[in-house]
């Protein structure tokens, strides 16, 4: 249908799992998409996969977000999707009580500075024609408490409670540039390997992170990318300041199990 033909998209931590999966579903739907990543190579991998622009973005440093601004000053959808867990490297301890200042600070860097650099360039960036979306990549950890991970729980509340502040904030301003949250829950990305392992103990590990959900499931990067589509389109043109939850049904309530049914 080409939903986004003649807009152009920048997509941060595009290089891999779901920010991958929303440069191609964009590509897809006609836009003109801006792959970036701290990692160059990955960028350019997916950019040339796609017929994209490659750009190394770290989205924690305030000079990449200015040298972005410099090439692309104006631009109609931005997707702040780049994030880590703290856990990417090695497994260490991330709960509140043993967490380092410096990984709790590594952490928010990534995800909520750049975020609010993100949303600060893409203001900028779209005021001039006055409509535009930003589609910040909260979680399922930034709407409940997640002991062993504190440092991305609290970076990812407050990208939902940041979100609506821009909202409300560019509504107040006259313009319409919505900013929306998405919130996944378990979505099988690289992100998971280190939490996963190998061998033959990932098949239990995969089986017990997604035994309170619902759906049974972990979900993909192509669902997320799908709400992030409406989210981007202009059918999606009365929402903003809102919030998805893509879980498997994760906080609906009280975990369930499928029925057994006998053979009549």
Not at 112 to 131: P, S, V
Not at 155 to 161: E, F, H, P, Q, V
Not at 167 to 174: I, M, P, S
Not at 240 to 259: C, F, K, M, R, Y
Request: one cysteine or more; a negative charge.
């Amino acid at each position: 249908m080409h939903r986004l033909k003649n807009k152009r998209c920048v997509i941060t931590g595009a290089g891999r799992g779901i920010g991958a999966a929303i440069a191609r579903t964009f590509a897809d739907e006609g836009a003109e998409v801006i792959v970036t990543d701290r990692l160059l190579k990955r960028a350019q991998n997916i950019a040339a996969e796609i017929g994209g622009i490659a750009l190394e973005l770290d989205v924690s440093q305030e000079a990449h977000w200015q040298q972005l601004a410099s090439l692309y000053p104006h631009i109609d959808v931005l997707v702040n999707n780049a994030g880590i867990t703290g856990f990417d490297d090695n497994l260490v301890a991330h709960d509140p009580e043993h967490a380092t200042l410096e990984n709790w600070r590594a952490v928010h860097a990534i995800n909520l500075d750049g975020t609010f650099l993100g949303c600060r360039y893409a203001i900028q960036a779209m005021r001039k024609k006055g409509n535009g979306s930003i589609i910040n990549i909260s979680s399922r950890s930034g709407l409940v408490g997640i002991p062993a991970a504190a440092a991305y729980a609290s970076s990812k509340a407050a990208i939902r409670n940041h979100t609506k502040t821009v909202a409300l904030y560019c509504a107040q301003e006259g313009l319409n540039i919505r900013c929306n949250s998405v919130h996944p829950g378990a979505i099988l990305t690289p992100m998971w390997d280190p939490m996963l392992g190998e061998g033959p103990e990932r098949d239990k590990r995969l089986k017990a992170f997604v035994a309170d959900t619902p759906l049974q499931r972990f979900g993909t990067p192509d669902e997320v990318a799908a709400v992030c589509l409406l989210l981007a389109c202009d059918e999606a043109s009365y929402m903003t300041g809102s919030e998805i939850n893509i879980d498997g049904g994760l906080l609906a309530g009280s975990a369930v199990s499928p029925q057994q049914t006998e053979n009549p």
